[in-house]
């Protein structure tokens, strides 16, 4: 990435030299942040993600913000986490909102190399065996990642193509990200809702739905069947094992 012109940016983000254009737009009624490449006072290459707020927003945001933030860092300090998941630098919040900066590399979002990436790059050319073979090898990062969150008891609920990190060079690099604000299920109790579901079962759903995601990125980026038997069988053999 070219060396940014900083952007004047109070607080948090005035601490960084920042792409003046997005990389993408936040929208508010998703909850997906915006997010922007640039680069930390010490020469470290960052993405960062920002969610706006106002004074007239939700008074439980910040609390909900920390609450994600304590385990985004449980999640980083998991045995070979910060391999296959993308890494914090930094997070604050200010009067412009909550900020995330990961410390990405040279990586960036798979999304951005897909559609603006040199037609010769390899992940455009998964017709050819090798390459079939690296990006099954990338997505296996990327499913031990879903598993490691599953296994702290978070759903990533936003899995696609922005949420996946590469420098989209030859090395299996694959990062996950974009679950900074998933939704906590570990001891959840079993109690009924008035529909006589238990919220096991409705964390299960989750789990499951976010295996139904991988699954069509990984039809998405082969150019795939996305018929419902092809990605039940995808599930099933991408499974990476069980996080212990």
């Keep these: 990435m070219a060396r940014p012109t900083k952007r004047q940016r109070s607080n948090f983000l005035s601490e960084f030299e920042l792409d003046e254009r997005l990389l993408r737009r936040e929208d508010k009624k998703s909850g997906r942040p915006s997010l922007v490449e640039g680069y930390s006072n010490t020469d470290t290459q960052v993405l960062v993600k920002s969610w706006s707020a106002s004074k007239?927003?939700?008074?439980?945001?910040?609390?909900?913000?920390?609450?994600e933030l304590r385990q985004l860092h449980r999640i980083c300090g998991y045995p070979g986490a910060n391999d296959i998941i993308a890494p914090l630098y930094a997070t604050g919040d200010d009067n412009e909102g909550f900020h995330l900066a990961l410390d990405v590399g040279q990586r960036r979002p798979l999304a951005t190399i897909i559609e603006f990436g040199d037609r010769n790059q390899w992940l455009k050319q998964v017709n050819r065996v090798t390459n079939r073979i690296r990006m099954w090898r990338n997505m296996q990062r990327t499913c031990c990642g879903i598993e490691i969150i599953h296994k702290r008891g978070l759903i990533h609920r936003n899995l696609d193509?922005?949420?996946?990190?590469?420098?989209?060079?030859?090395?299996?690099d694959f990062q996950l990200t974009g679950f900074e604000w998933s939704i906590r299920l570990t001891g959840v109790s079993a109690q009924k809702s008035r529909s006589g579901t238990t919220k096991e079962s409705i964390a299960t759903a989750s789990f499951y739905s976010d295996w139904g995601d991988f699954a069509f990125l990984i039809s998405?980026?082969?150019?795939?069947?996305?018929?419902?038997?092809?990605?039940?069988?995808?599930?099933h053999l991408l499974q990476c094992p069980r996080a212990s």
């Design 220 to 235: 998405e980026l082969l150019r795939l069947d996305k018929k419902r038997k092809f990605l039940i069988r995808v599930f």
């Design 56 to 67: 007239n927003d939700n008074p439980l945001l910040q609390e909900i913000w920390h609450h």
């Design 161 to 172: 193509a922005w949420s996946v990190l590469t420098s989209g060079g030859e090395q299996l």
